[in-house]
C-alpha cells in the first residue's frame, strides 16, 4: 500500500469529519443548553407576607422572654 495515499485518504476523511462536526455545530447552536438543576442548599427567599408573618412571630418571642425574664428578676416567676 502507498503511503501517500493513506495520507491522502486520512485527508479526506478528516475533511469529512470536518464538515459534520461544522454541520452539527450549526444546528446546535439555536438550541439552548440545558440549564443545571438548582441547588437545594442556602438560604431560602421570602416574598413580603412571609417577612411579615415571622416579623410578627418574633415581636412575641421577645414581648414573652422579655416579661419572663422581668418576673423571674422580681422575685415572682418560678424558680429554676
Given at each position: 500500500?502507498?503511503?501517500?495515499?493513506?495520507?491522502?485518504?486520512?485527508?479526506?476523511?478528516?475533511?469529512?469529519?470536518?464538515?459534520?462536526?461544522?454541520?452539527?455545530?450549526?444546528?446546535?447552536s439555536g438550541v439552548p443548553?440545558?440549564?443545571?438543576?438548582?441547588?437545594?442548599?442556602?438560604?431560602?427567599?421570602?416574598?413580603?407576607?412571609?417577612?411579615?408573618?415571622?416579623?410578627?412571630?418574633?415581636?412575641?418571642?421577645?414581648?414573652?422572654?422579655?416579661?419572663?425574664?422581668?418576673?423571674?428578676?422580681?422575685?415572682?416567676?418560678?424558680?429554676?
Open positions: 500500500m502507498d503511503l501517500n495515499h493513506v495520507i491522502e485518504e486520512l485527508i479526506n476523511e478528516r475533511n469529512r469529519l470536518d464538515a459534520l462536526i461544522r454541520a452539527l455545530e450549526k444546528g446546535l443548553s440545558p440549564k443545571k438543576p438548582r441547588s437545594k442548599r442556602g438560604r431560602k427567599s421570602m416574598d413580603s407576607e412571609e417577612r411579615k408573618e415571622v416579623a410578627a412571630r418574633m415581636k412575641r418571642y421577645w414581648a414573652n422572654r422579655k416579661s419572663s425574664d422581668a418576673n423571674n428578676q422580681n422575685g415572682t416567676g418560678d424558680p429554676e
